[in-house]
């Protein structure tokens, strides 16, 4: 499609020596268009931060490694572009903010700072208007007090303040994308709360798209239009969050859905998926959940599903949905 | 800053005062009778007698205490046996070259250190890190005053491009004190060029780890940036421990070094006042060296606070 | 935290499985095997170590024989390394310096770490100890350490036992500092907690929590001191504070060789070469030690 702004295609990334990786994204595939928040959903280990990382080439490499597919920004294919190239794109059109802000800011350089940095790098503000921006910047992700906080080190601030300055920083130079990688999972509950909350409303106002990573349904429910749930390095099910949420074809978004503890109605047993996430050197064969999935027929060891449209929108790679045609 | 300063002197108070007493104590180690010892074998009693009024060693340890601390008020530490001049005059004609063959060994350390052990931890699992490492283990392992032997070997007698020994002082002539403290410099410094490449190297390392510096990149930085602001920053902070412990090391190292190749230093001043048994010099020279390393010490603490701004918070 | 604390304690950390998958590790002994730094520098231990023990097997004269029609010989067939200033036999000293050099490092090493291991576990412990132990410990270290070494053998007199107190008195502070740092991490672990909560007595919590824990940079440290040890010997012996003659050391036979560097210089050169050797070695062990037991040491010791 021509609007849209990112696609992935195929996307392979792998750890280790070349020719004998192992897999920890294993044939992704999506798009992102203008203004549209999608959310990337999974376990602990199901390969969406390293999808995110690829995306701006982050993953070092040794260990990492893109194997195969492509990463198109706007139609250009991001993986002939050179280093130098890519520093234009960081920062600039696209964004990433991530889980921990404890660690994600240079504790010996002040705050400030390292939000002016990257406006004198990309828009080649000078020293006093880099800060006159920085300080704008500082009042816009919701500090109070922005002329003290602009001089202060790291260390001085919360949690939650940091990782506000760290979103100061991603929105910088207004770049169209904005990666979120598990952005509220390091903080105490309430804060969560308000930073999501600003996330979505510096989303409404600048219009940008923004690829949302999380392990938490909560959040997703929150603030996504789109939802994509990845399983061992393969995406599951995805769909609008309408879709996924009222109708989950994959039992694994089944379980996800039935395992978050409701406040309202009866008291049950909190449910759980049994099993664990499978290891990269230790993939079962044919569909990767089988092992944990409740509706697991002799079939499903033969071959791993691919995606099959279920909906306007919405597809699930199981073999159980209503009409599954291997060849989609 | 100012209460961060005091704080730590309040600290190595103590420290001075406990050296001071162990150089003061020294005497009162030796086995036997040091005036004895000083006369020689061939002295009369009377000359024994004389030495050990001279030395103060009739006195109670006590008495004796209280007039080293009363004449250490007053800048007097004593009167040397061996060269039969006051200790404070004589150390003082010598630090001044001390400090600058130890000077020129850190200026060696650090512009030979620091950047071998960025550029290995860079070009981690390369050759170039092999080699670093490798040269730094052997620097650790060298002996540094059989070094300085080979080096004259080499440099002195094959090759006859530098002197063999000896000093010249800088304000008589520039280029020969560069050519006199080169090799003894070189020999100084390679244990600590070894040292700090490798501890340079290893925290690299962990900081190119750390979630920052992905930030950094992430902001689209070039590398050249990543490294040489966000990285080198944070790395300075254990190369200041590292250059801290350089200073004692090199001072130890100096009383080798300087025997070696003639240079009239503070080490080879307080070498030959141990086998001399000039024990007022001992005494002097071995509080003065003491209290410099601590000061070092202090000056080195400071520069942290200067560098990394949480330090100022660590109430420890 | 002064300076040298901060040397000490940069990246003991608490401790978290460093094994990716949840398959257990290799057995210790096997992760030592595989580590080709750590092997290369045990068989140059076990090489000299075999030099030390088979002397006088090995040797070719007696090391006090002197030949003085054979003086300052270059490497021959019958003299490997050549004869010295004596007449004497290069090889045949260097093996029973060998002999000497290993005793004292050894010896420092265990009394280093035997010392340094009580006030270490002593001051890390018991908060009440530590200021005055440590202000203690940091006034000797105030002194440079090869002068401390010198004064304090000059005082006691030539002779290798006296060697190695004066190197002891040297080294110990340093190990206390780094088995205190290690001691005060251990000291907040939760083990050590659960065992306070169950009213274990401090004795039994030392015993067998905190000192077994403490192993790992305490063995790498008395690696690296070992390794000091023979260097600073050979310093002392250099100048004339190790054992007399007629021992060779190979400190004293570097300082016999100084005064014929021009025509003869293979007479300081191998013995050397010879400290150079078992002191990579050593450093090599210490390494390797580190990176199976401990890889988060790194930082610490470089």
């Known amino acids: 499609m021509a609007e849209d702004l990112l696609r992935i295609e195929n996307l392979r990334v792998g750890f280790g020596r070349p020719g004998r990786e192992q897999l920890a994204v294993d044939g992704v595939s999506f798009s992102l268009a203008p203004g549209e928040v999608l959310g990337i959903v999974g376990e602990s280990g199901c390969g969406k931060s390293v999808t995110a990382l690829s995306i701006l080439r982050l993953i070092p490499d040794p260990p990492g490694r893109i194997v195969s597919g492509r990463i198109l920004l706007r139609g250009q294919d991001l993986s002939g572009v050179n280093e130098k190239a890519m520093n234009r794109i960081r920062g600039k059109e696209i964004s990433m903010i991530f889980q921990e802000p404890m660690t994600a800011l240079n504790p010996l350089f002040r705050v400030g700072e390292q939000i002016a940095e990257t406006l004198r790098v990309h828009e080649g503000l000078s020293r006093a208007a880099a800060r006159a921006r920085a300080l704008q910047l500082i009042a816009k992700v919701g500090i109070n007090d922005p002329e003290q906080r602009l001089d202060q080190y790291p260390h001085e601030l919360s949690g939650g303040m940091r990782q506000r300055i760290m979103i100061a920083i991603a929105l910088a130079c207004g770049p169209q994308i904005l990666i979120a990688d598990e952005p509220t999972t390091a903080l105490d509950v309430t804060i969560q709360a308000q930073i999501l909350v600003l996330l979505r409303d510096l989303q409404r106002e600048l219009g940008m798209a923004v690829v949302l990573i999380t392990h938490d349904l909560g959040v997703v429910a929150q603030v996504v239009d789109r939802v994509l749930v990845m399983y061992a390095g393969r995406i599951v099910e995805e769909g609008s969050v309408a879709a996924v949420f009222e109708r989950p074809s994959h039992p694994y978004t089944r379980l996800l859905l039935e395992s978050i503890p409701s406040l309202d109605g009866q008291q049950e047993r909190l449910r759980s998926i049994p099993g664990m996430v499978p290891s990269l050197s230790n993939l079962p064969p044919g569909c990767r959940f089988h092992p944990r999935c409740p509706d697991a027929r002799p079939a499903c060891l033969e071959r791993a599903p691919a995606l099959f449209e279920i909906g306007p929108g919405h597809r699930a790679a199981c073999i159980a949905v209503n009409g599954y045609r291997h060849e989609a | ?316 | 935290m002064t300076s040298a604390d901060r040397a000490a304690a940069t990246t003991v950390t608490a401790p978290k499985s460093i094994w990716l998958d949840e398959a257990r590790p290799p057995p210790l002994w096997r992760r030592f095997a595989h580590h080709r730094l750590f092997m290369t520098g045990a068989i140059i231990l076990v090489f000299m170590l075999a030099l030390a023990i088979f002397a006088d097997l090995i040797q070719i004269l007696p090391p006090e024989k002197m030949q003085v029609r054979l003086r300052f010989q270059t490497p021959t067939w019958a003299y490997p390394l050549g004869t010295d200033n004596y007449g004497r036999d290069i090889w045949s000293r260097l093996v029973h310096g060998a002999r000497l050099s290993l005793i004292i490092g050894l010896a420092v090493a265990l009394a280093t770490g035997i010392l340094g291991t009580l006030i270490g576990v002593l001051a890390g412990y018991f908060k009440r100890l530590d200021g005055f132990l440590m202000r203690f410990m940091d006034a000797l270290m105030a002194f440079p350490a090869i002068l401390l070494a010198i004064a304090i053998a000059a005082a006691l007199g030539p002779s290798a036992i006296n060697v190695v107190i004066a190197l002891s008195v040297v080294y110990t502070p340093r190990m206390a500092r780094v088995v205190r740092s290690t001691v005060m991490v251990v000291r907040e672990m939760d083990y050590v907690k659960a065992a306070k909560a169950c009213g274990a007595r401090d004795r039994w919590i030392i015993w067998r929590h905190v000192i077994p824990n403490s192993m790992a940079p305490l063995l790498v440290q008395l690696t690296f001191i070992f390794a000091y040890a023979i260097l600073a010997e050979a310093i002392l012996s250099f100048l004339g504070v190790g054992p007399p003659p007629p021992t060779p050391t190979w400190g004293s036979m570097i300082a016999e060789g100084k005064d014929y560097l021009r025509e003869a210089p293979h007479i300081s050169l191998f013995p050397g070469i010879a400290v150079a050797l078992i002191c990579l070695g050593l450093n090599l062990l210490g390494d390797g030690l580190r990176d199976v037991l401990d890889p988060r040491l790194r930082v610490q010791y470089g």
């Open chain 2, 1 to 316: 800053m100012i209460q961060f300063i005091l704080r730590r002197l309040l600290i190595a108070l103590p420290v001075l005062l406990l050296v001071s007493l162990i150089s003061a104590s020294i005497m009162q180690l030796v086995p036997g009778d040091p005036a004895a010892v000083i006369a020689g074998q061939n002295a009369s009693d009377v000359e024994i007698a004389l030495i050990r009024e001279q030395l103060g060693l009739n006195q109670s340890f006590p008495a004796k205490l209280a007039a080293w601390y009363g004449d250490l008020a007053r800048g007097d530490l004593g009167h040397s046996i061996l060269l039969n001049r006051p200790v404070t005059q004589a150390i003082a004609e010598r630090v001044p070259v001390t400090l600058a063959l130890a000077g020129f060994a850190l200026l060696l350390t650090v512009a030979i250190g620091l950047p071998c052990g960025i550029i290995a931890a860079v070009r981690a699992n390369t050759w170039i890190d092999q080699a670093v490492l490798t040269f730094a283990l052997i620097g650790v392992s060298v002996p540094n005053f059989w070094l300085s032997l080979m080096l004259i070997v080499l440099f002195g007698v094959m090759l006859d491009w530098l002197p063999a020994g000896g000093y010249i002082p800088f304000a008589d002539d520039p280029v020969g004190w560069v050519r006199c403290l080169i090799l003894p410099a070189f020999s100084l410094a390679l244990l600590q060029i070894g040292l700090l490449a490798r501890i340079t190297r290893a925290t690299m390392l962990e900081i190119l780890q750390q979630d920052y510096i992905r930030t950094a990149r992430a902001k689209g930085l070039s590398s050249f940036s990543v490294i040489a602001k966000h990285a080198l920053k944070n790395v300075m902070v254990p190369v200041v421990t590292v250059i801290g412990i350089s200073f004692g090391l090199l001072l130890s190292g100096s009383v080798v070094i300087e025997t070696v190749y003639s240079i009239p230093g503070m080490g080879r001043l307080l070498a030959n006042a141990i086998f001399g048994r000039d024990y007022p010099m001992i005494q002097g020279g071995l509080l003065v060296t003491a209290a410099v390393l601590v000061l070092l010490n202090l000056a080195v603490d400071v520069l942290y606070a200067v560098i990394d701004p949480r330090i100022k918070y660590d109430q420890r």
